[in-house]
């Protein structure tokens, strides 16, 4: 069994201990979450588990050959390749076996003993690639792409042509193509749609390595993981059982840490009225200063902030007819591509619609139409009465006043009511301290993203138009959004890859893909085991396709380098052959002779040496079996290399 062991990282950056004395073990059968609040570290711990920065001490070992893998969350970089030669980087492992294999081919046709041992290794290097699958990496490196959704098209054009989410799924594809025995992947579900979700998925549940992951997606790591690591405060402790189970234990610790809190801080409000009672007073100096001393020894309990409890609720929702939208005979083209023909549909008050499906499906298209942001259409989207919409769009944060503080921005939309428990709701969208003081312009994408929410969620509506409101928040900020809108009384359109969030909220699904919108009047499990049933039935129909199809038209699609590959292979393998036949007749006659010499009677008549003679014999046939079997195994080859 491969074992990884991590022991002892720490690293600092300048006065900020990023990881104190991180430590654990992974074995092929591992599948472990990595969880803790953004900025804990996470992606910092993988990238010293994989070589990409060093920290300032560690201890990591694996087992002899064992090798890692790791998909960073950003700083994707690609090569200037197509799509299918960026994926198919992931064999690079290769590399070096097929250098030798042209300097063995050059040294073979030199003739002597020197060539055939270059013959006799060529063969190895050959063995090897076979066995390794090497030589069938054509339909393995396609069956990924186009499980993450790219298509038999895509494969040809330059990585570099696509957008950053899927050049991240290129990026996928070369990881997953590596094989690795231990497999770190961080954020690996961010851009992918729902389809890719699921394929991607399955893929793991069968991969037979170690696997660690940091995602946000709780779905995604229920049903994937059986273990979760918590990093906080740069110590990382291990939760058995899914990330659900890891947040009921760990609610039942963050109960007794709140109890522990509330009582250091009464012990430490006592203890700093004492020090201001008698800090002038002679007589109690010696008390003070043991007092003063013990305060600045305390260790100050800490509630982890991605686990506390997050509290927001929309403004009351203004009442609106029960016909919230009518869509009638809608369509939509961009140049000769043709999103909606002649699409109806109604939505009702109170409903939550989750619109989801591959990505360039016409998603977002359809939620600007649904906001009169994109009024460039044929048809009708009529507003019932007393309808007022909120949207928010991924590019919201184009909106924002960069010379704004972030408290400010918050507070230039909201009531009054609100204003005095701003500094709350903004921590409950991760601004906290003194994060409210920075300017908007100087925020990342991500914390704009999040501010722009914000803003959307306070503005009094009765309608609100969500495009991946999800993106950018941590799993708790996600469930205090997800118990907001349970709890909202409008209605809501909302757009999302987010499977957890979409099964906890949605009372109705929209799915797009190319065979155009397809309603789901049912749950969440029941929308996912339809899809499930339609990718299984495209794929066996691919199969069955691809079995009918001709001898003539599969060796069309054998690659030039595949086909010199093939034929220098047959010659390998006729040698080992003929070497395998003169040896095999060598051993035949040496087996004669002893025969010959057994059947004499000064031997079989002499206990000693009819022994020694037939322990000769048994091993000298066991031999000749052994490299009967490898003539055989080199024959067969040779013929299947032929066909």
């Not at 953004?38 to 070589?51: A, E, F, H, P, Y």
């Not at 991605?306 to 009351?316: E, G, I, Q, T, V």
């Not at 991760?430 to 501010?451: A, I, M, P």
């Amino acid at each position: 069994m491969r074992t990884l062991q991590v022991q002892s990282v720490n690293l600092a950056f300048g006065e900020r201990e990023i990881l104190k004395n991180v430590g654990f073990t992974m074995d092929e059968r591992t599948r472990a979450a990595l969880a803790g609040a953004n900025g804990s570290g996470k992606s910092t711990l993988l990238k010293v588990i994989s070589g990409s920065i060093s920290p300032d001490s560690s201890s990591i070992s694996m087992t002899r050959g064992a090798r890692v893998s790791y998909l960073p969350q950003s700083d994707i970089v690609l090569p200037e390749k197509s799509v299918y030669e960026a994926a198919e980087e992931g064999y690079r492992r290769f590399d070096p076996i097929i250098a030798e294999i042209k300097e063995l081919e050059e040294r073979t046709s030199e003739g002597g003993k020197e060539a055939m041992n270059a013959a006799e290794r060529l063969s190895e290097c050959h063995e090897l690639l076979s066995d390794s699958g090497y030589y069938e990496r054509k339909p393995r490196i396609e069956s990924i792409l186009f499980g993450l959704g790219f298509t038999k098209k895509d494969l040809t054009r330059q990585a570099r042509e696509f957008s950053g989410g899927y050049q991240m799924r290129i990026a996928l594809a070369r990881i997953l193509l590596e094989d690795p025995d231990f497999l770190f992947l961080d954020e690996p579900t961010n851009y992918l749609d729902i389809e890719a979700m699921i394929w991607l998925e399955e893929y793991l549940k069968a991969f037979d390595g170690g696997l660690m992951v940091v995602s946000h997606d709780q779905g995604f790591l229920d049903d994937m993981v059986t273990e979760v690591y918590e990093l906080f405060n740069g110590k990382l402790t291990r939760y058995a059982g899914n990330y659900s189970a890891y947040l009921v234990k760990r609610d039942e610790e963050i109960k007794e840490i709140e109890k522990a809190y509330k009582k250091q801080q009464e012990e430490i409000e006592k203890t700093e009225a004492f020090i201001e009672r008698f800090r002038y007073k002679a007589t109690k100096s010696r008390q003070v200063q043991s007092r003063i001393k013990a305060l600045d020894k305390m260790e100050m309990i800490e509630i982890p902030a991605h686990l506390r409890k997050l509290s927001f609720s929309f403004p009351p929702a203004p009442h609106s007819g029960n016909d919230v939208l009518v869509v009638e005979k809608l369509s939509k083209s961009y140049g000769d591509n043709r999103m909606y023909s002649d699409f109806s549909f109604l939505v009702k008050k109170g409903e939550r619609l989750a619109i989801t499906g591959r990505n360039g499906a016409g998603k977002s298209t359809l939620l600007r139409m649904l906001a009169s942001v994109d009024n460039d259409y044929q048809g009708t989207i009529r507003d019932g009465a007393g309808v007022k919409k909120a949207y928010f769009a991924q590019d919201t944060e184009n909106t924002l006043t960069p010379s704004n503080t972030v408290l400010e921005e918050a507070e230039s939309l909201a009531d009054t009511k609100d204003i005095p428990n701003m500094r709350n709701l903004l921590g409950a969208f991760l601004f906290s301290d003194d994060d409210v003081f920075k300017k908007v312009s100087v925020l990342s994408g991500g914390e704009k993203s999040r501010l722009a929410l914000l803003k959307i969620l306070l503005h009094p509506s009765n309608l609100l138009l969500l495009d991946e409101p999800t993106n950018h928040l941590d799993i708790n900020a996600k469930d205090m959004l997800e118990r907001a809108i349970k709890a909202y009384g409008g209605t809501v359109i909302f757009v999302s890859h987010d499977r957890h969030f979409i099964k906890n909220l949605a009372t109705r699904i929209l799915y797009l893909s190319e065979d155009g919108p397809e309603f789901f009047d049912g749950d969440y499990s029941y929308f996912e085991y339809k899809i499930a049933e339609k990718e299984k039935k495209l794929a066996e129909e691919s199969h069955t396709k691809k079995k009918e199809s001709s001898p003539s038209q599969e060796k069309k699609e054998v690659s030039r380098e595949e086909a010199n590959q093939r034929r220098n292979r047959l010659k390998s393998l006729e040698r080992t052959a003929e070497k395998l036949l003169g040896e095999l007749d060598s051993l035949t006659e040496e087996l004669n002779r002893l025969n010959e010499k057994i059947a004499l009677p000064e031997n079989y008549s002499d206990a000693a040496k009819i022994t020694k003679l037939m322990a000769e014999k048994e091993k000298l046939e066991k031999e000749i079996e052994e490299k009967e079997n490898e003539w055989m195994k080199a024959t067969e080859e040779a013929e299947e290399c032929r066909e």
